[in-house]
C-alpha cells in the first residue's frame, strides 16, 4: 500500500468516528427537543452556542483548527440541530446573494426555510407578526455608520434583537465586459459606492461611465449579468448567483470594513451569558438637562454605554428627538433595573444578547 493510500484510509475511519458522534449527538438533541416542547422553551439559544464555541476554540490551540474553521464547523452542526429540533424561517434583506443573506446562513446554516424580502420594513414586519420565526437586517456599517431605517423601525415595530452578526464586507467589480473602456453603466448600491470611492477614483475618474444606484448589491449583479457594457460592485457570492467574471476583488476602501447586522424576533428572551449587551429606545422630557442627567446615572453606577443616536420624533412637530441606546450588561441586571425602573415609562427594553469582540 503507497503512503497516500494509506492516509486516505486514516482519514475515512476518522470520517466515520465522525458521522457516529454526530448521529449521537443528534439522538441528544432530540431528546433536548422533545423537552423543549413540554416545557415551551425556545429553540435558538445564541449564548449558549456561544458558550461552546469559545470553550471549543480554547480546546483547539495549539491544533490546525483555528477558530473561524471551529466556527464555520460547528455553525452548521448548530443549524442542523436546531432544524431537528424544530425547522427555522428566516427573512432577510434579499435578494438572494445579498450580504444579508450571506450574514443569516453563517448564524442559520444551509437548511433553514429562508424568505428574501425587498425592503428592510418587510423584514420587521415578518419578524414582527411571527410569519417569520427570526428576520436579519443590517444596523451599522464600521465606515458608513448607521442604518437609519433600521434605526427608526426597532423604535416603531415591536420586536425583540435576538443577536448580532459581525460580517466582513469585501466587495468585487464584476462585468462580462474584456475591457474597462466599454463599461458604460456601473450597478451597485448607494452605500456600496461610498465604500468603493478609491477604486472608482482610480480606475473611472475619467471615464464616461454612469453610475447606477439599485435596490442591493445582487440586484446589481443581475443587472450586470442581463445588460451588455455594464458591470457590478457587489459581493462574490452575487457574482457566482449570476454567472458574472470577476475582474476585481476586495475593492472596498477599507480592509476592515464591517457590517453589523441584527438578529429579530416578535418575542425572545436570551439568557445572561456574563459578557452581555443591552439595547434600549429612551424618550426624555423635554426639558433642560434630561438627557444629562440621564447619562450620569450610568457613569455613576460604572455602566459602560457602547452607542447613542438620536432620532427625530416624527409624531412631535416641536423637532423632538428620541434615543438609540446600546450598553454592557444583562438587562436584569441590578444596576440596569435600577435606571429602568426609575424612567419606567420613558424606556422600551429592545433586549440583551452576546456582545459581540
Known amino acids: 500500500m503507497d503512503q497516500l493510500e494509506e492516509y486516505r484510509q486514516q482519514i475515512d475511519s476518522i470520517d466515520n468516528q465522525v ?3 454526530l448521529a449521537q449527538r443528534m439522538r441528544i438533541v432530540q431528546q433536548v427537543g422533545e423537552f423543549k416542547k413540554m416545557n415551551n422553551a425556545i429553540i435558538y439559544r445564541p449564548e449558549r452556542e456561544k458558550r461552546i464555541l469559545d470553550r471549543l476554540v480554547e480546546r483547539s ?3 490546525l483548527l483555528n477558530s473561524d474553521a471551529i466556527d464555520a464547523i460547528f455553525m452548521e452542526i448548530f443549524a442542523a440541530s436546531r432544524n431537528f429540533e424544530l425547522p427555522e424561517r428566516v427573512a432577510y434583506l434579499g435578494p438572494e446573494g445579498s450580504f444579508a443573506h450571506q450574514a443569516a446562513e453563517s448564524r442559520f446554516g444551509q437548511m433553514s426555510d429562508y424568505i428574501p424580502l425587498k425592503s428592510i420594513r418587510s423584514v420587521f414586519e415578518s419578524a414582527a407578526t411571527g410569519r417569520a420565526r427570526f428576520g436579519v437586517v443590517p444596523i451599522e456599517n464600521n465606515s458608513e ?9 426597532l423604535h416603531e415595530m415591536q420586536v425583540k ?13 464584476i462585468s462580462t465586459s474584456d475591457k474597462l473602456s466599454d463599461i458604460k453603466y456601473i450597478y451597485s448600491k448607494d452605500i456600496a459606492f461610498k465604500q468603493c470611492r478609491h477604486f472608482l477614483g482610480d480606475y473611472f475618474k475619467d471615464s464616461s461611465a454612469e ?9 446589481a449583479a443581475k443587472m450586470a ?8 460592485i457587489c459581493s462574490s457570492v452575487a457574482a457566482k448567483i449570476y454567472r458574472v467574471p470577476i475582474l476585481f476583488e476586495n475593492i472596498e476602501d477599507s480592509p476592515n470594513n464591517r457590517t453589523r447586522f441584527l438578529i429579530l424576533s416578535k418575542d425572545f428572551k436570551n439568557q445572561k451569558s456574563g459578557l452581555d449587551k443591552t439595547t434600549i429606545i429612551v424618550k426624555l422630557p423635554d426639558v433642560t438637562g434630561s438627557l444629562a442627567t440621564f447619562l450620569q446615572q450610568f457613569y ?6 457602547n452607542k447613542i443616536e438620536s432620532r427625530p420624533a416624527r409624531e412631535d412637530e416641536k423637532f423632538k428627538q428620541w434615543f438609540y441606546i446600546e450598553m454592557d450588561g444583562y438587562f436584569e441586571d441590578e444596576s440596569l433595573q435600577a435606571i429602568f425602573q426609575k424612567h419606567a415609562d420613558n424606556i422600551r427594553i429592545l433586549g440583551s444578547c452576546v456582545k459581540l469582540a
Open 19 to 21: 458521522v457516529d458522534l
Open 300 to 305: 455613576d453606577l460604572g455602566i459602560n454605554l
Open 225 to 232: 449579468s442581463e445588460t451588455p457594457n455594464s458591470a457590478a
Open 161 to 173: 434583537i435576538v443577536a448580532e452578526i459581525l460580517l466582513p464586507v469585501h466587495m468585487t467589480f
Open 61 to 63: 490551540k495549539g491544533s
Open 145 to 153: 455608520g448607521f442604518v437609519r431605517e433600521t434605526i427608526d423601525l
Open 211 to 219: 453610475f447606477v444606484p439599485v435596490e442591493s448589491t445582487s440586484k
